[in-house]
């Protein structure tokens, strides 16, 4: 029998580059997303079309499955090897009919849309739903979305250990915003374990509105390198914590968390490292966000405190800025623009070195806003601008079975 399953990309709102340190960010869902029509099949592959261009991939659902030159063919690879040795051996595959209508390398998460749409895809096929170790490890939306992160990175997860992913070493962020996030709410979760920290609804008298840079956001090859680096140093950072300490702390936010001395000691680790200037600010960034930026962020939109809302967005764009230095000129241009077009807040959000910017306005303004930061990007640059796309949504509710 044939199902249709529906999955959201996400916005990250505020707390930027926080999940693969454990820390805690706010994201919603929204309704661009990929659309899949699920069919199970008699042969163990992973048998996928795109509605839209008919490019087809098929790749045997098995611990040694490799891309092919397959389109998507990494991502689909990664899937099958890992759902292959975890729960292996498949006896059933997958046909997918997919479309998606996100903007493919702009921040929208299309690519952990696209992990998790087939993780949930093979499961389907297999009744993995239905198993005890399933139930057991992945029987709540949350576990889910971190599970779908470590098929990604190729991290470890439960009784699983990790692989190789698709290559990128972020965190669990961008699944559980896909998995777990409301109608018209935004969510606040942490990571390392993944868990809810609290929520809010999104003030009915105002608009998200989303502008795509014309910047391809990709993760290969150098842009890839560029993007692990930031998880890198927060990874060299803890190890070397735990070898210091003794401690076997799982992310930086528990090394924070471990005594009143703490960020002291992490200072002093980050000041003997070569790259001391970056990561000394890295760690500034992250406590920021992580202790006063998401929690004051998630207060000014249950108030629907406009003005705090604006403060809280132009620190975390001056930490992506300053500290992550992960912006090109247009993202920095387009989050300045918006508002001087009357937006309410505006920043950057996903991987970086591209991708795209929100801005929340009042609903009645929207229409005048978009125009007006359209037109300052086209005047600025004419180039990117014609590649851009405009987006006006509202936080819409996480991945959903639509039969």
């Given at each position: 029998m044939t199902r249709r399953l529906f999955v959201p990309g996400r916005i990250e709102l505020f707390g930027k580059h926080v999940d693969y340190g454990g820390g805690i960010s706010m994201t919603c869902a929204i309704a661009e997303g990929i659309t899949a029509d699920v069919e199970p099949v008699d042969v163990a592959v992973i048998d996928l079309e795109d509605r839209r261009t008919g490019r087809r991939a098929r790749v045997p659902l098995r611990r040694d499955a490799r891309p092919g030159g397959a389109h998507g063919g990494t991502y689909i690879a990664a899937v099958a090897r890992r759902l292959a040795r975890d729960f292996g051996p498949l006896r059933r595959g997958v046909r997918v009919l997919s479309e998606s209508s996100l903007p493919r390398s702009a921040g929208l998460s299309s690519s952990s849309a696209f992990v998790t749409m087939l993780t949930m895809a093979v499961a389907e096929a297999n009744e993995l739903t239905q198993r005890s170790d399933w139930q057991r490890y992945l029987g709540d939306r949350l576990a889910l979305a971190e599970y779908c992160g470590a098929v990604e990175t190729g991290g470890a997860f439960g009784p699983w250990s990790g692989e190789r992913g698709v290559g990128t070493r972020g965190g669990s962020q961008d699944?559980?915003?896909?998995?777990?996030?409301?109608?018209?709410?935004?969510?606040?979760?942490?990571?390392?374990?993944?868990?809810?920290?609290?929520?809010?609804?999104?003030?009915?008298?105002?608009?998200?509105?989303v502008a795509t840079s014309g910047v391809r956001?990709?993760?290969?090859?150098?842009?890839?390198?560029?993007?692990?680096?930031?998880?890198?140093?927060?990874h060299d950072l803890l190890a070397r914590w735990n070898a210091s300490t003794g401690r076997q702390d799982r992310s930086l936010a528990a090394a924070f968390g471990s005594s009143t001395d703490a960020a002291t000691q992490l200072d002093r680790l980050a000041n003997a490292s070569a790259d001391?200037?970056?990561?000394?600010?890295?760690?500034?960034?992250?406590?920021?966000?992580?202790?006063?930026?998401?929690?004051?962020?998630?207060?000014?939109?249950?108030?629907?405190?406009?003005?705090?809302?604006?403060?809280?967005?132009?620190e975390s764009q001056q930490g992506a800025e300053t500290a992550l230095r992960n912006q090109v000129p247009e993202t920095m241009f387009l989050a300045r623009a918006a508002m001087a077009s009357g937006a309410h807040a505006s920043s950057a959000f996903g991987a970086g070195f591209g991708g795209a910017v929100w801005a929340i306005c009042d609903a009645a303004d929207s229409a005048a806003v978009l125009r007006r930061w359209r037109e300052q990007y086209l005047q600025a640059?004419?180039?990117?601008?014609?590649?851009?796309?405009?987006?006006?949504?509202?936080?819409?509710?996480?991945?959903?079975?639509?039969?």
């Open positions: 699944h559980v915003a896909i998995l777990c996030n409301e109608e018209r709410r935004v969510g606040v979760y942490g990571y390392l374990p993944a868990r809810r920290i609290g929520d809010a609804a999104f003030p009915s008298q105002w608009s998200l509105l956001a990709t993760k290969t090859g150098a842009a890839q390198a560029d993007y692990n680096r930031a998880a890198d140093l927060v001391a200037p970056l990561l000394l600010a890295r760690l500034t960034q992250f406590q920021r966000d992580v202790n006063v930026g998401v929690p004051g962020a998630l207060t000014a939109i249950q108030q629907a405190d406009a003005a705090g809302l604006g403060r809280w967005a132009v640059f004419p180039l990117r601008a014609s590649r851009a796309e405009w987006l006006q949504l509202q936080p819409a509710a996480g991945l959903r079975w639509l039969d």
